[in-house]
């Protein structure tokens, strides 16, 4: 790996894979970021989890949003890492576990419980930021891979039934949300 202190941003610009260098204002990058933001936010989770289990998978995780940062990195064309149908399939797959799984949803619930569910809460927002930045980003700069747009969807709903799962295990309550101020009060 180069050093991580090169000085080459200094002027505003940063590379992407291929080496071209973009404004660091640019949405490729700042999808990128937002990418980056959710697997900082994921490491957090995974240091959370007392489930060797979690932890792992939450890792597996970590190691797909290396390769959906740089799918997002590269300009159309790149030699680069690319999210693949496979990987979607498997969150799919995970997805369809976890929910046949955990007892069904009545009513919309509060995020919280265990800290690492509160965490995983925590990356599910973030990767709903992430995808809107991927969006925003194929929208309005160019294409970026539907592989990666549709992980970055599935991922978010993987996410919020890892923290129900994780409560679940727990024992944790899983708290309703009132939805009118009178009805919080009573």
Known sequence: MARISTGTGDDGTTATVGGARVPKTSLRIAANGAVDELNDVLGLAAALATRPELREEIRGLQHDLFTVGADLSAPPGASTLRVTRAMVERVVAREDALEAALPPLKHFILPGGTPCASALQMARSAA???????????????????????????????????????????????R?????????RR
């Open 128 to 174: 709903r930021r992430a995808e809107r930045d991927a969006w925003r980003l194929h929208a309005e700069e160019g294409p970026a891979s539907r592989d990666a747009l549709v992980y970055l969807n599935r991922l978010s709903d993987l996410l919020f039934l890892l923290a129900r799962d994780e409560n679940v295990k727990a024992g944790a309550e899983e």
């Open 176 to 184: 309703q949300w009132l939805g009118r101020a009178e009805e919080r």
